[in-house]
């Protein structure tokens, strides 16, 4: 029986788009920075702000093979590029305030919370494992709502490594001692989600929704909810 329900956030829980590469999000960032003294045209702040994302990416390598990138600390090198320092608070803030603007929706799928509340009812303990930067993560959760369902989350960008890297599956698995076989992941996403929960040696449920990308790498599920309806977890689930 399954008593451990791991929940990716983003694509399975929560239906989002943003878009990074929006000019107008660019604008704005760049006048939010001219009133702490930095000044960057809209696509030199861009260029500043993916050219560090990719430097931590390679850097990470070192350590990960699937690193993660932490946008507070992006925010930091954006001052320090401009001959500024920042302090991880204002950095924090900053990049709260970036996602913010480069959002343009973000809410919950049906069902979700309906279904959360079955299998918490029915005893069941839930985590969170997501692919996500804690800085804004932790408040899109807690506005959503979600935040009393879930025993343990653990977020990419603390552990400077993302799904479907085994070390971010263990860091959750052994930080809240929980059983593979008494274990299965809950996620949208083949290449992070099921790619992951093979690696790490538990079950999974492939939750087909506007998000998923198409199955190219072929790998199969144990379970498979292919229409999208979340409130179908517990049918499959609950009861196994």
């Known amino acids: ?36 003294g930095l000044y960057y045209t809209p696509q030199e702040l861009s260029e500043t702000y993916f050219s560090s994302c990719e430097f931590q ?34 950095a924090t803030h900053l990049a709260q305030q970036f996602r913010a603007f480069s959002t343009d929706y973000i809410r919950l799928y049906g069902g979700v919370l309906e279904t959360l509340n079955k299998l918490k009812k029915a005893g069941k303990r839930l985590y969170l494992l997501s692919n996500a930067q804690s800085c804004f993560a932790k408040t899109e959760v807690a506005k959503l709502g979600l935040r009393k369902y879930f025993k343990g989350i653990v977020y990419s960008s603390d552990y400077k490594c993302a799904k479907p890297d085994v070390t971010l599956f263990n860091a959750l698995l052994d930080k809240y001692k929980l059983d593979r076989k008494e274990t299965v992941m809950i996620g949208n996403d083949v290449a992070t989600d099921v790619e992951g ?30 229409d999208g309806n979340f409130t179908e977890v517990t049918k499959l689930l609950a009861k196994k």
């Open 197 to 226: 929960a093979r690696n790490a040696k538990i079950d999974c449920l492939w939750l087909k929704t506007n998000l998923t990308k198409e199955n190219s790498a072929k790998i199969a599920p144990k379970y498979v909810i292919s």
């Open 1 to 36: 029986m399954y008593k451990n329900f791991v929940f990716d956030l983003y694509g399975t829980l929560v239906d989002i788009q943003t878009n990074e590469h929006e000019s107008s999000a660019w604008e704005k960032m760049s006048e939010t920075l001219s009133f702490y």
């Open 57 to 90: 990416m390679r850097q990470g390598r070192d350590l990960h093979k699937n690193p993660e990138v932490d946008v507070v600390e992006v925010f930091r090198h954006i001052f320090e590029n401009k001959g500024k320092k920042a302090g991880k608070s204002l």
